[in-house]
């Protein structure tokens, strides 16, 4: 008796995966953990505040006014500035660089108008930084802010310079990452801006 022996369908070669390609940047990774950090730093300054306006029978003081009308134009324009650096990232994952560069600098003229805003603020407020608690929490919070605000426009100066240098390699996926952790950065001062917003121009005060 003979067998009969059925032919099956040839054996295709092992695909070899490479881990390289599906972890996560390192830039990325050390720009989260770095940015949980600043998260923490940021819900100590917020605690602060809010322990002292319950601490204090009248928030804010009689002479301490803020106009929660002109801040909330800066705040409007900040948040169209993350919209713009979103589509500066996906301009680079396109390898598009002249459309990178236009979203980026249009970015960081937004965040330039939201810093000519908050110091036209400073310089009209009534009220100096020892005056009052109220008055002291105000400028530290508003002005640390500030100050990370002007980290990330002179990190988008470099990124910009840098995809402009003929001689290195910018665009796709190789520049994406460094891209996309400026873009982290500059929501995360985004969201935290509106955490202040809320919380010293929205709250209503207390009597």
Known sequence: MTAITTAGPPSSPATSLKPAEYRPAL?????????????????????AYLTLRAATPVWPPFHDVVDAKTVGVATVVLVLSSGTMQLAVRAVHRNRLAEFRAWLAFTWALGLIFEGMQIVDYVTRNF???????????YVLTGIHFLHVAGGLAAMVFMYLRSANPRIRFGGHRSTPHVEMLSYYWHFVDVVWIGLYAMIWLLPSTK
């Open 128 to 138: 100096a930084l020892q005056q009052s608690a109220f008055s002291g929490a105000f």
């Open 27 to 47: 830039v990325n990774v050390g720009t989260i953990v770095w940015l949980a950090s600043e998260l923490m730093f940021f819900s100590g300054l917020f605690a």
